[in-house]
Structures are given as C-alpha cells and as structure tokens.
C-alpha cells in the first residue's frame, strides 16, 4: 500500500454487537475479531466499537499498535447480556424481556459513534449486520459525510426481510452508504430484492461479495488426530446447535442407514442439544452418535485431521432463517476435508457439487443417506474432493479477504 493510499484511509473504525469478549473466547462467532486483526496488519489503524458485556471486565484492550479494542456500556452491566455468545437474535429468542435493552443499546452505539468519529478523526466506517450497525453507519454517512461501508451477515438479511418497514430500512442504508459488502453471492441477490428498483449496473459497483475468512496457516501447523476407529466411515457435525442447523434430519439419515460402520460426531452446543441427544437416545443410536459439546480450537482442528466428511444438514426454517456461508465450510475447505450439505443460502459459494463436496435439498433423508453411501464406496472421489478443497480454500484466506476490503476502500475518491 502506499503512502497516499494510507493516508486516504486513515483510521477505520469497526461497528459491530457480536464480538468476543477477549482475544481468547472461541465460544462467541470471531470473524469480525478475524477481519479487523488481519486489516490492521496491513498497516490500517483499525479501532472496534462494541458493546460492553457482563462477563466480561475489559473494556479497553490493546492488540497491536494498529488494533484496539473498545467496549461501551449502554445499562447497568450485569443485564448487559444482549449481545453476549452468539449474538442478539439468539438472545432474544430466550426472553422477550431483553427486547427493553434494544433501545438502549442503539442510542449508546450512535452517540459512542459520533464521540469516536471526532476523537480519532475517522474517515472511514466498516458496519458489522443491517441493524443496528449498518443503520447507525448510514447515519452517519448522511449526517458527517464520513464512508460507511456495510458488511451484510445473514441474520440482519432475513431479519429485514419479514419486520414491517425492513424494506425501507435497507433501502435508507443502501442510498447512505459508499459500498455494501455481502458475504455470499446468495445474499447479494436477497439484498437486491430488498431495495426499490435499483438500476442493475448501480447496484453491482455498489455491492460486492466478500465472503468472511479463515487462517491456513493456523490449520496446517496442527497435524495430530483424534483416534478414531479406522473401519469406520466417520461424519462430522460442527455448530451451534439450532434448528436451521438441521440436524434432527441428519439423525434420522444416520438411523435409516443400515451399515454398522458409520460414525457421527456431533460438536456443539444449542437449545436443541438434550432434544436431540433424546432422539438419538429413543432410536437406540448411541453407538453411532456421539455428542462432544463445545470443543476447543486445537481439537477442532484434530476432527478435521481424523474424519471422513463434514457434513453441513442446514435448512431455512419456518420464519425464514437460514446460513450465509458457514464459517465451519471454509474451515473444512482449508482442512481438505469433502463436505455434504444442504443447497440453501450461501452454502454453495463454498460446496460446489461434485468438486468439493455434494449439495443435497434440505430435509431431504434420502439425498443425506446417498451422498454419505456414494463418498463412503468411493475412495477415488473422496481423494479428489480433498484436493479440491485445498484448492478452493486459498480464496477465502484471511490475508486474501483483508485485501480485498482495503481495495474497496481506496477505489473511491472522498
């Protein structure tokens, strides 16, 4: 980068409400902890806003000379749990009672926003999720002239989608921001419906996909196995433990598959993991299935090194909920491990049929239990597959999507 470019960018202040609570918590989703590190390391002066959490007593937290780490309150501090673990729609699903803190929080993010955007002279916003970020951010485009650029999840996609005046939300921040960043082609095209007759080519300057990242290097350097018994055919499930996971059908596919050589490995935790662990229990599968909880990076790293396939059943739910592009597939790409899983959201930006794996329908036991057969007889399928994966993985390297942000940030002239 040169020294013009650095000094077009300036800091870069990161928006977000689902972040760790410190550089050593795996338990909350990490990739905008992951994206700001590896921007930062390209020289950019990289400073994360985000909410203060209960269970956490650092609210000021220095990384590098280019990243830190800052932490506001918005109420009393032990019921500041709306955005602690996985975020603020899971939470919300657990009590309507955190929907009080809602009102709370966006007016601490926008004030904090201001406060920080004049302190450390800020030219330029990377908004984290439609709401609440991604709307403060286009306020603040509107309001100070500063570039707001909006990095679109799935969760704040779909939630737009089904509340009254979700349209007109997104249309607000797509008019008042400088570029909208989606993590899935599937999500571009959702977002694209969501906006009021927007001229094609507009749009397609404007929104660009960048997918979320994941570390090779860190992978390679952990070669060690869980040891598994080598006569079997070993299935991997990694994630939370939800219903758009789809894993009830999963277990079902595992139940109707005949051969007593199968194993599945389910690594998790969630509010669906005792009924599972029920079903599995009621169908007399405990040989075949084996729940591990929440498991630690270095053992996750060891499944990948020590089964056959991933396997990624997700499914959209009833309310309209589905994945963007699992953050598990990238890993498993990296890992050259061939995945199974369902053609639904962004999944098959990283699945491509045939080449790094099988795209099955969701719900569908009979596609999970052929795919599973066919990988399972077909050793010379599944070695290309891994190779495949090894290939494709190198697009989604952190270091690889860094960049790809930086450049989307000096493209445009103040």
């Known amino acids: 980068m040169t020294k013009a470019q650095e000094e077009k960018l300036l800091n870069l202040l990161i928006l977000t409400t689902t972040f760790p609570k410190s550089r050593e918590d795996y338990g909350t989703p990490r990739f905008v902890y992951d994206l700001a590190y590896n921007i930062s390391q390209k020289g950019i002066k990289t400073i994360v806003l985000t909410p203060d959490r209960p269970d956490s007593n650092i609210t000021f937290e220095v990384i590098s000379d280019n990243f830190t780490i800052h932490r506001f309150r918005y ?117 694209y419906e969501l906006i009021s007759k927007p001229d094609k080519k507009t749009f397609d300057n404007k929104v660009k996909v960048i997918p979320m990242g994941v570390y090779i290097k860190s992978f390679l350097k952990v070669e060690e196995k869980i040891p598994l018994d080598k006569n079997k055919f070993h299935i991997l499930f990694l994630g939370r433990i939800v219903e758009k996971k789809g894993l009830k059908y999963a277990i079902e596919a595992i139940n109707r598959i005949e051969e007593g050589n199968i194993k599945f ?73 061939p995945i199974i899983a369902s053609d639904v959201g962004g999944i098959k930006d990283g699945v491509i049929n045939n080449y790094t794996g099988k795209l099955i329908k969701q719900k569908n036991i009979s596609e999970i239990i052929n795919a599973i057969k066919e990988l399972k007889n077909d050793k010379e399928m599944l070695n290309k597959m891994r190779d495949n994966c090894i290939k494709h993985s190198k697009n989604f390297d952190w270091t690889i999507i860094a960049d790809k942000y930086i450049r989307e940030m000096i493209s445009l002239k103040s």
């Open 75 to 191: 109420f009393l501090k032990k019921y500041q749990k709306l955005t602690s673990g996985e975020g603020i729609l899971p939470t919300l699903k657990k009590s309507k009672l955190y929907f009080g803190l809602i009102p709370f929080l966006i007016i601490s993010q926008f004030f904090k926003t201001i406060k920080y955007i004049k302190k450390y002279n800020i030219d330029n916003v990377n908004s984290h999720w439609l709401v609440p970020s991604g709307l403060i951010g286009a306020i603040v485009q509107k309001l100070y002239r500063k570039r707001n650029y909006v990095t679109v999840h799935a969760a704040g996609l779909y939630l737009l989608a089904r509340i009254p005046f979700g349209k007109k939300i997104a249309n607000f921040i797509y008019k008042n921001s400088t570029k909208i960043l989606i993590v899935s082609n599937f999500g571009k095209e959702k977002f």
């Open 265 to 337: 490995h389910i690594c998790g935790s969630g509010p669906l993991k005792s009924e599972l662990e029920k079903q599995v229990k009621k169908l007399n599968l405990e040989k075949k299935i084996t729940f591990y909880g929440r498991i630690s990076e270095e053992k996750k790293v060891k499944f990948f090194n020590s089964v056959n396939v991933l396997l990624v059943p997700s499914i959209e739910t009833a309310r309209g909920d589905k994945e963007g592009l699992p953050v598990v597939i990238l890993e498993s790409l990296v890992a050259g491990l």
